[in-house]
Every structure is written in structure tokens, then in C-alpha cells.
């Protein structure tokens, strides 16, 4: 099997639709015939779903002959010993022992929530986990809890340069912040610190489209515009210097504080199935009611989500609150099934075929 | 006294240089002129000369006017009871009643270090504060006792509109983190999550230069690059949506969650010295050394460092980590002065004549 690229597969007309628990019992079917404990594979495969229901299907299914190959090739480890290397109040260091990211995060945000019912906060740093998905869905779990959640990680491959530089040091590290409300959706922004996800480049690629100006420079410089030659040029930051800062300043926080990999030590997973990535990331959970009375705090987000839906609009635009377009595409792929593209539909009945398994 | 702009004046080549106890005196005498208590009066005033020491002109001594203007015009408390009106193990959240907001924002951040002495993490929301200057300012402030710093503010007037609307119901909202290093000055990053702040653009008319593409655009979402008609535009997010999510996001963390103003709400404190604003910031601190040992961390920070400046540059270009600049203005500060521009000079000058205290 070839190292399976990140590309998108986006939420296309051609797209076919699969009921969630069917989708969600295939990839735990598939997880479990590549070894993982079935209850691991069961929580994996969940978080994998939901995913691709919130429309981040670059980060959901699709990435599951990625994960069989890292799992196959010794990467992963299938019997984590997770433990806290540091456990105080309101603070806890996690090593997730190679795990799958999934676990690893999950586990690390039911710490952080732990600790957050006890003191008002609980900031957990993770070393030794790897890809776990959207960084949505960790922010996410403190809203279950009534609590607002954060989450920051260090990207799986550098695509990003130091602004003014030429070397890639950096990923993409994103930034995930869920607020609960009352009667409008979770506000839930998730944000690449680069203008564009790596994997739009690729998508480009495929659809033989050249790059927008201001997606990647080439080691001169210049726009790169050429999707082929994406490798030789460097992803831009939002903002220039200020997007690079973030990205720098979340490789300090998820990384270089967590023991994790940043910078030159950075595996680039799509490329290497084997190496242990050390993996870093942190996640937050702020307790709303040590704060303000929490229906109050509801209704305050809520007023804000409507005044800013109700103010005007430029010619021909819309306003859009994060994370209300991911809660209506929950809410379709919970009555339609989760749309997958055919091609990531394809790939799975290969592995299907592969391990002897019932097909989709 | 008309309305002060908060155009930058900048480190140009025609700027006087101060002495430090000098300059910090001067502002202290005028502050306690207008009826501040003495001690609180050194303390803004050492504040505010530390913000033009370390290149942040923009929210340092060129803001006195203004500020006294406010004082006067019972704009703020000078008397205020700050409290925590919540208390807990490792958040709280305090009311400033009013008072100045580099008074307010040292408080918070001093309970902030407090709790993460205590539980590895402290988090401080405010509401009842006021403008405080530069972001960075506290961010450092846990430094001191060997934490990681991170601040979050709503800026004191709205220049941003959402994305795809035309009412500026957002601030520039900053964040800033600071991180210690071992040999490398603290990375200290401060940034609007605008493209460029409201003050360069008030420059740029002072100049007679059109504002760059890409920094403002009208009504009609088309660019404007004419100063002179800035107030009509709304500032550009960095990142497009992502830079106006990031300022929703502060906006609901530094302002909703404590209580503070937000949306339309929020006080023009350009325009209007009087109505108390209700600002809004948080102050977090963590303790590194809950996460690793101090020195080892420090020692991975400043590894990151020289990864990054030792890496290729961009033909012409030069790589920065964000702070070095700052630590470097700071120490050219302390041996030739603060540098202050001759328009914001004059204006000390009329204010040491309205009060009758001697000269700068």
C-alpha cells in the first residue's frame, strides 16, 4: 500500500450517504481485523464518524487506510500504557505511549474536564499521541460538561516556513475554541494558522486547478501557483508574521512544553508510517459557571450570535457564526447518513476485500 | 481638549529620548495632578513608559491626554474597590470597578500567578476595566515567577465588521502569549487579529499615504485605500473568516464569559470620555515547571530559537522571533532613552502647562 495522501474529499453531488452506526461499525470492523482492542477500535471509529457527519472529511474516514498502514507498520501502538508524568490541581502532563490520537485525546480531555469541575479550569499537555483528527472535536467535549473548550496541536507534516524563511519548521498548528449556548449552536471555531490546509493544495492537484495567489510562496519567494510543484514552496500564514507567530506559539505550548515534537523533529506522517511522531497537543476545559450563572452565559452568546446575524451584510454575502454550518451538516448527516466521496467509498471496499471483511 | 486620536507616532529618526525614571515621574506628576493617588499614578505611569520602551508608541505615553481626559470627564473611577466577585482554586473573576486598566489588568495578572502557583494554572477574567495599553505588557507579567502568559483582550472601539457584513461590531481583539526562554529573550507574541491596527491607518492619514490593499474595505466590500474615508470601512481580519472568527472567539472568552462589554456595547473610547466602557480581558498563567523541569524547557525554547533564525531566509529577507525585537528596543531604551515623537513631546509640554507642574 502507498502512503495514502491528505487530500480532501469534500462533501461532493456525487457523494454517497451511509447511516452513521453502519459507517461507524465498518471502520471499528476494520480497526478491530488490524488489531486494535475492539473497544479502542469502537471509540476510534466513532470519533472518525463524526468527523466526516461535521464535514471535515479530511481529517475523518478517508484517513483510514492511513492509520491500518501506520497501525500495520509498527507505528502505532495498539496496547497503549497512557499515564499522567504530571498530575496536579489544575494541570496534568499525559503521555499517550504511541497510542491512536483519538484515545489519546480523549482520555486527555476527560482529565482536563476533571480538573476543571474541581478548580474552574484543567489545561492538559499531551506528548507521545498522533493524529487525532479534527481539533473541532476536542474542543468540543468540554460542551458537554457546560464548560468552554480549547484545544491546540502540532500539525503531522510541516508545510509552513518561518515568515521570511525558507525551510519548513512549522505545520499548520491549529486552534480549536467551542463555547456553549443556548438555543443557537455551539460557537466552534477550528483554524489552520495557514492560509490554506495542505490538503486544498492537493485537492487542486487532483482537479488539475492552479493554487490561488496568496495560498504558497516558492523558496524565492514568488507566488506558487503550480500544484505540482507544492513540495518545493511553502504554505503562507494568515496575516503574514502573525500567523506565523501563532503557529510558533502553539509548537510552544503543544509541543516544546509537552516534551512533544516541533520544528526539525516533526515526522511528516504521510510520508513515514513507522516513526513514532510524538505527537503533541493541549486541551482546555473553563468550567462557565465559576464564571457567570450559566443560562445567563447562554443567552449572552446567544444575544451575540443575533446581533451579528441580524447586522448587515455586504452585496451578495452572509454572515456565518463558527460552527453553525458543521451543526447543520450534523444534523444532515444524522438524517441523510454521512456522505462520503466515491473514491474514499472505493478505498474502503478494497480494505474490506483486504481483511475479509463484509463489505460497506 | 478635543478627542485624542490613537494614531502611532513611532520610532522615527526625529524622536526625543527620555530617561526612564525621568519620563515615568513626568506621567506620574500629571496623573496625580488629575486626582489619581499617588501610588496608583506610578504605577500607570511605570506601565505606560515600559509600553514606548518596548516599541508599543501606540499604547504608551501618547495615550496621557486621553487618558486624563477621561479621569476628568468621570470616565473612570479613580477610587475604584476592585473585587473578586468569583473566587476559585485556580479562575476567578474580578470587577475593577471602573478603575485604570493597567491598574485592574496588574491585579488580575497577580491573582493569575497566585492560583497557578497553587494548582499549576490560573485564569483571570476581568470586566469592569478599562484601556490598558499593549497586550504583550501582560502576558509578560507571569515571566517573572517563570510562567507562560497569555491575555486576551476586547479592544476599546469597533473598526471590524464580521465577515460578509458592514457593521463594525468587532474590535481589533488581541491576544498575546509570552513563554520564557534561557539565553533568548522571552518569544513574545502580541498581534490584532485585523490585517492592520486602526491606529496605522490614522497614520497613513497624518502621512497623506492611501492605505495598502488588503487593509480596509467599504461598504460595498470593495477595497478603500483612501484614509480619509476610513471611518465609513471596516478593517480586514487576517485570514479572512478564520481572523474574524479568532476575534469573535476573544470577544466571547475576554468579554461574554466575565460580564464585559461586547458587540455594540462596546464604548468608543475615542470619542466618548465619558460612559464607563466595561472592558473586558482575561489573564491566564501557567507554571512551566508543572509540565517539565524549568531549565529544560527553557533550554528547548531557545533550541527552537536558533532552529528558526539558523534556517534559510527568503532572498533579502530577515527571520524574527516574535519579542526579540521588543527585548531589543527595551535595552536600547534603558541606555539612550525612551524615544517619544516631537508631536506627542508638545503635547506633554501643554499638559505640564494646564497642570502647572515643571516641564519634561
Given at each position: 500500500?502507498?502512503?495514502?495522501?491528505?487530500?480532501?474529499?469534500?462533501?461532493?453531488?456525487?457523494?454517497?450517504?451511509?447511516?452513521?452506526?453502519?459507517?461507524?461499525?465498518?471502520?471499528?470492523?476494520?480497526?478491530?481485523?488490524?488489531?486494535?482492542?475492539?473497544?479502542?477500535?469502537?471509540?476510534?471509529?466513532?470519533?472518525?464518524?463524526?468527523?466526516?457527519?461535521?464535514?471535515?472529511?479530511?481529517?475523518?474516514?478517508?484517513?483510514?487506510?492511513?492509520?491500518v498502514q501506520r497501525i500495520q507498520a509498527g507505528g502505532i501502538n495498539r496496547h497503549p500504557q497512557m499515564r499522567l508524568?504530571?498530575?496536579?490541581?489544575?494541570?496534568?502532563l499525559l503521555d499517550g505511549d504511541n497510542g491512536m490520537g483519538h484515545l489519546v485525546m480523549s482520555r486527555a480531555a476527560a482529565v482536563a474536564m476533571e480538573k476543571s469541575a474541581s478548580t474552574g479550569i484543567g489545561w492538559v499537555g499531551v506528548r507521545y499521541s498522533n493524529h487525532a483528527g479534527p481539533a473541532a472535536m476536542y474542543a468540543a467535549m468540554p460542551l458537554e460538561k457546560n464548560m468552554i473548550g480549547l484545544y491546540l496541536a502540532i500539525g503531522n507534516a510541516n508545510h509552513m516556513a518561518p515568515w521570511g524563511g525558507t525551510e519548513l519548521l512549522l505545520s499548520t498548528n491549529p486552534i480549536a475554541i467551542a463555547v456553549p449556548a443556548g438555543t443557537h449552536p455551539p460557537v466552534i471555531l477550528d483554524m489552520a494558522t495557514?492560509?490554506?490546509?495542505?490538503?486544498?493544495?492537493?485537492?487542486?492537484?487532483?482537479?488539475?486547478?492552479?493554487?490561488p495567489l496568496g495560498?504558497?510562496?516558492?523558496?524565492m519567494g514568488q507566488p506558487l501557483t503550480d500544484p505540482a510543484h507544492a513540495h518545493d514552496g511553502s504554505l503562507l500564514p494568515i496575516g503574514g508574521p502573525k500567523g506565523y507567530g501563532l503557529a510558533l506559539m502553539i509548537g510552544l505550548l503543544a509541543g516544546t512544553l509537552n516534551g512533544a515534537a516541533f520544528g526539525r523533529e516533526v515526522v511528516d506522517f504521510n510520508a513515514d508510517s513507522h516513526s513514532i511522531t510524538n505527537t503533541g497537543h493541549c486541551v482546555v476545559a473553563i468550567d462557565v459557571a465559576r464564571f457567570m450563572?450559566?443560562?445567563?452565559?447562554?443567552?449572552?452568546?446567544?444575544?451575540?450570535?443575533?446581533?451579528?446575524?441580524?447586522?448587515?451584510?455586504?452585496?451578495?454575502?452572509?454572515?456565518?457564526?463558527?460552527?453553525?454550518?458543521?451543526?447543520?451538516?450534523?444534523?444532515?448527516?444524522?438524517?441523510?447518513?454521512?456522505?462520503?466521496a466515491p473514491a474514499v467509498v472505493r478505498q474502503l471496499e478494497l480494505m474490506a476485500a483486504e481483511f475479509g471483511v463484509n463489505p460497506l
Open positions: 500500500m502507498t502512503p495514502v495522501v491528505a487530500a480532501r474529499s469534500g462533501p461532493r453531488e456525487d457523494a454517497e450517504r451511509f447511516p452513521i452506526p453502519h459507517l461507524e461499525a465498518f471502520v471499528a470492523t476494520i480497526l478491530t481485523a488490524a488489531e486494535l482492542p475492539p473497544a479502542d477500535a469502537q471509540t476510534v471509529a466513532r470519533l472518525m464518524v463524526s468527523a466526516d457527519a461535521r464535514g471535515a472529511d479530511g481529517h475523518g474516514v478517508f484517513r483510514l487506510p492511513q492509520y508524568v504530571q498530575d496536579h490541581p489544575a494541570t496534568a495557514s492560509v490554506a490546509a495542505f490538503g486544498k493544495v492537493k485537492r487542486k492537484l487532483q482537479d488539475g486547478e492552479p493554487l495560498w504558497m510562496i516558492d523558496g450563572d450559566l443560562d445567563a452565559f447562554k443567552a449572552a452568546v446567544d444575544a451575540v450570535c443575533e446581533q451579528i446575524h441580524g447586522s448587515p451584510t455586504l452585496p451578495g454575502a452572509e454572515i456565518r457564526i463558527p460552527g453553525e454550518h458543521s451543526a447543520a451538516l450534523v444534523a444532515e448527516s444524522r438524517e441523510l447518513g454521512v456522505p462520503l
